[in-house]
């Protein structure tokens, strides 16, 4: 076994390494259950530090590849890790079952317009004659290109947000490859980079997104890429400002390791986003892949998100997509294309974001009369500052209220607790659910009222 892991190292860094010893574990030549040989022997036969394998041996389990049992040694891991493990099932677990669940991260069902009228509309749905044509519609692209933050060199259509974010980290991120996350981050993203055996890398934020400082001081590991949520960031609700993508921008182009780094953008919130579209794009066209979302504004069964960045990138991205789906429904497409152009579901969306922004501020409002920190400046989610997330989460479920813990979403610990409420499906009943948040929060000062009031049945 010894020599099979050096005959499959071409690169000595701890990456290679790593990158090395994963192939022969996804090939099967290093099998489920085998013992690998020690750090030590590894790095006499490879003529190098034992530090090195070390730390490759690291990636490897934080990857779930391989596992160190103490004394026993360590064993390469059956592929796949339990769903349990997830941080995306930590935030989904349990909460369906209260009677208030406002821990899903979804939109309003009844702001969403009536796909229905659309499909009517578009009459006639034979919209393909061939598997050899374009994977978008030329009106839909036309439309797509308008509202783009930036002129993309190219642009593709695939199935949601988190399938373009799943094809780009395939054709972007290799096995040890750092990559830049925002902290606190969208747990499947992380999930996602875990998988490929990414490290992730938090950068700070604040009020206007990323920190220039905690960027640029990133940069130095040396990452493959850069992942951001311009708008409508989930979990805070931040949507970054156009001098801060600016100056992001700037960090990047003058790191001697910023040219290097591909910037993914999640716009996942879409159209019901108070902010501006914006994007780093504007100024780093060569390297920035943008992803806006269409299932939160205008339906979550559209499936539907566009790409856009560079050329090479896009094209992969296309032509991977052809040994398997193919593209995205075109009937879908015609649907999405009239919902865009449609005056009467313009006007609708357009309700829906000032609703949500209503629903928004109303909330926060009451919570800061309680003295309770919370974040929702964008978007359908708020962030809520809690004393133990614990004890906030069980005393939320005795009133029978469902929230989204907020561990799963850091990347590493953040200056406290912190619990998600998916603000976006709350109608009223703000000031009784302010103090029953107060109170789970843990605020320091109450205003007068029953902290064990329930909620109005109009309160979803």
């Known amino acids: 076994m010894l020599q099979l892991i050096a005959g499959a190292v071409n690169d000595r860094s701890a990456r290679g390494i790593a990158a090395a010893v994963s192939r022969l574990v996804h090939t099967g030549e290093l099998p489920a259950g085998a013992r690998l040989p020690t750090v030590r022997s590894v790095a006499r036969e490879l003529g190098i530090s034992p530090t090195t394998v070390s730390e490759a041996w690291r990636s490897l389990a934080t990857a779930g590849a391989i596992q160190t049992r103490g004394r026993s040694g360590t064993f390469v891991l059956t592929p796949g890790r339990p769903r349990q493990k997830l941080r995306y099932a930590r935030v989904t677990a349990g909460p369906a079952a209260l009677p208030h669940d406002f821990s899903t991260g979804v939109p309003d069902h009844d702001l969403l317009p009536d796909l229905g009228s659309a499909l009517r509309r578009i009459g006639d749905t034979r919209f393909t004659t061939s598997y050899l044509e374009e994977p978008v519609l030329p009106r839909l692209e036309s439309v797509l ?3 783009w933050p930036f002129p993309p060199h190219q642009l593709t259509v695939v199935d949601g947000a988190l399938d373009a974010i799943d094809r780009l980290t395939s054709a972007v991120v290799r ?10 981050a ?3 993203v992380l999930d996602l980079l875990e998988s490929v055996g990414a490290v992730a890398v938090p950068v700070a934020m604040d009020a206007d997104g ?6 640029r001081t990133a940069l130095d590991v040396g990452p493959t890429a850069l992942y951001l949520q311009p708008r409508a960031h989930n979990p805070t609700g931040v949507s970054m400002t156009p001098a801060r993508a600016e100056q992001l921008a700037a960090v990047l182009a003058a790191h001697p390791l910023g040219g290097g780094v591909m910037v993914v953008e999640d716009d996942h919130a879409g159209d019901i986003a108070t902010a501006t579209p914006v994007s780093i794009g504007a100024w780093l066209p060569e390297q920035t892949a943008h992803v806006r979302s269409f299932s939160k504004s205008h ?3 559209l499936r539907l998100a566009a790409v856009g960045g560079p050329s090479a990138l896009i094209a992969a991205v296309a032509d991977r997509r052809l040994l398997g789906p193919g593209w995205s429904s075109r009937i ?4 999405l294309l009239d919902l865009l152009t449609d005056s009467a579901v313009v006007k609708q969306i357009t309700a829906a ?3 949500y922004a209503a629903r928004r501020d109303a909330l926060l409002t009451a919570l800061a009369a309680r003295d309770v920190r919370a974040t929702a400046a964008d978007g359908i989610n708020m962030w809520v500052s809690v004393r133990d997330q614990q004890v906030a989460m069980l005393s939320l479920a005795a009133h029978g209220i469902g929230v989204a813990p907020g561990a799963p979403f850091e990347v590493e610990p953040l200056d406290g607790d912190h619990i998600r409420v998916t603000v976006g499906l709350i109608r009223d009943g703000f000031d009784d659910l302010a103090d029953i948040l107060a109170s789970a929060a843990g605020a320091r000062h109450q205003t007068s009222g029953r902290r064990t009031r329930s909620l109005r049945r109009g309160t979803r």
């Open 210 to 215: 990323l920190l220039p400082a905690s960027l």
């Open 299 to 301: 339906g979550p069964d």
């Open 186 to 188: 969208f747990p499947p």
């Open 353 to 355: 974001r000032r609703e």
């Open 145 to 147: 290109r308008e509202r």
């Open 175 to 184: 096995f040890g490859d750092h990559v830049l996350v925002e902290n606190p």
């Open 332 to 335: 879908l497409q015609a649907v």
